[in-house]
Structures are given as structure tokens and as C-alpha cells.
């Protein structure tokens, strides 16, 4: 079956610090790729997406590009800063007559001052 | 134009009890799925439904989990003799259309079930 895999976190920065989130997925087919964020005592937000292989998703200084040969979908960003202090959820979205999203576990991003 | 909403935002109940969640979607949108988020678990697909038809339920762990959608809108989650195990923040999303593989789904804020 679908499977999605990330890094355990806690992942802890100071602040500037550039960050990478790796997320590796298993699937057949072609299926999209989704990074979603979940702020402290808020719910799921979806902070980027790519549909197909080589497309770059970014938001918010985010990005990821979908990486066919790797089937990897990892999570950048050049500078972070407090704010950005959440869990990130990678998943796959894999059309089979419905469209239900497989999550990796999260990864937790505590960034400080 | 609103959000999905899930209520209560939580629930503290007694082991052995029933409880009942609520989920109303973004206005318009035919699917709307339930996740469970529990601590170690991460998020698990639950149950799926699209429109009238008759949902997917082949996330449900056990029977003493259901859910229905009246008219095609509001949703709920019944868990018959809570257990510990069944402590989690249960999530509802809705999505417009079931047409493809990038059909966005929009996330409730969830509701955090405690079992004593």
C-alpha cells in the first residue's frame, strides 16, 4: 500500500537557519504531493503541493520538488524564523476512485531566538 | 466563505461511554473524509464520503466505530464503548469534487477525545 515517510523530529534551529525536512513515499501511479502544516492550537493547513514529477510546490519561503527518480518530496527553507515553529505533515494523494490523503507522522520544527 | 467546523472542540468522557462528533464541511463540497491523529500514530484515513453514495469505511478499526452524513452535508462520528486507545484528535476535511488526484482538502480544527 501507499506509505509516506518522514523524519522524526524534533527538529530545533535557531532562527536564520536553513531547514530541510526529508519525506520519501512509496505509491503506484503518479500521485500528488502535499506538505501540511499544523500550527499550534490550530488544525491542518496545506502549505504547498506538486502534481507531478519535477514540479516545484512553494509558499510562505517553503519549497519542495517532487523527485520522481528519488521518490522524495523534501522540505526547504532558506531562512526560518520563530513563527515557522509547527509540525509539518508530507503526504501523498493518490487517485484510486477517491482521493484520501496517506500522511508521514510529522516532524515537529521548534525554532528559537 | 466559512470553513469546515467540527464540534465539540473537545471531549472528555468516561471509558465505556458513547460519543458523538460533529462535522460540517465547507458549503458545497460532495466529499468529506474523517482522519484520526493519535499521539505515535500520526494521521490515519478513517472513513470517506461522496455525496449520497455509500461511504468508504474501510479505515474504521473496530465496529464500535460509525458515521453518517445527512443529505449530503453534516457528518457525524459515533464511537460505542470508548476505550482508552480511541484518546485522538479526530479530524474532518471536505473537498469539492472527487474528480483527480489534486482535489484540495480543507481540514476542520479538530476534536480532542480524552477516555478516562
Known amino acids: 500500500g501507499d506509505s509516506v515517510t518522514q523524519m522524526e523530529g524534533p527538529v530545533t534551529l535557531s532562527e536564520e537557519a536553513f531547514l530541510t525536512i526529508n519525506c520519501t513515499y512509496t505509491?503506484?501511479?503518479?500521485?500528488?504531493l502535499f506538505w501540511y502544516v499544523q500550527y499550534p492550537g490550530e488544525g491542518l493547513q496545506l502549505l504547498l503541493k506538486?502534481?507531478?514529477?519535477?514540479d516545484k510546490g512553494s509558499n510562505k519561503g517553503f519549497e519542495a520538488t517532487y523527485r520522481k527518480e528519488t521518490t522524495s518530496f523534501h522540505l526547504e527553507k532558506g531562512s526560518v524564523q520563530v513563527s515557522d515553529s509547527a509540525v509539518y505533515f508530507c503526504?501523498?494523494?493518490?487517485?484510486?476512485?477517491?482521493?484520501?490523503?496517506?500522511f508521514g507522522k510529522g516532524t515537529m520544527l521548534l525554532v528559537s531566538p | 466563505g466559512a470553513g469546515v467546523s467540527q464540534s465539540p472542540s473537545n471531549k472528555v468522557t468516561e471509558k465505556g461511554k458513547d460519543v458523538e462528533l460533529r462535522c460540517d464541511p465547507i458549503s458545497g463540497h460532495t466529499a468529506l473524509y474523517w482522519y484520526r491523529q493519535s499521539l505515535g500514530q500520526g494521521l490515519e484515513f478513517l472513513i470517506y464520503f461522496q455525496g449520497n453514495s455509500a461511504p468508504d469505511k474501510s479505515g474504521l478499526p473496530s465496529d464500535r466505530f460509525s458515521a453518517e452524513r445527512t443529505g449530503g452535508s453534516v457528518s457525524t462520528l459515533t464511537i460505542q464503548r470508548t476505550q482508552q486507545e480511541d484518546s485522538a484528535v479526530y479530524l474532518c476535511?471536505?473537498?469539492?469534487?472527487?474528480?483527480?488526484?489534486?482535489?484540495?482538502?480543507?481540514f476542520g480544527p479538530g476534536t480532542r477525545l480524552t477516555v478516562l
Open positions: 506538486a502534481t507531478k514529477a519535477d
Open positions: 503526504a501523498l494523494q493518490r487517485y484510486s476512485g477517491y482521493s484520501t490523503l496517506t
Open positions: 476535511a471536505s473537498s469539492l469534487t472527487t474528480g483527480g488526484a489534486i482535489d484540495e482538502q480543507f
Open positions: 505509491a503506484t501511479g503518479y500521485p500528488s
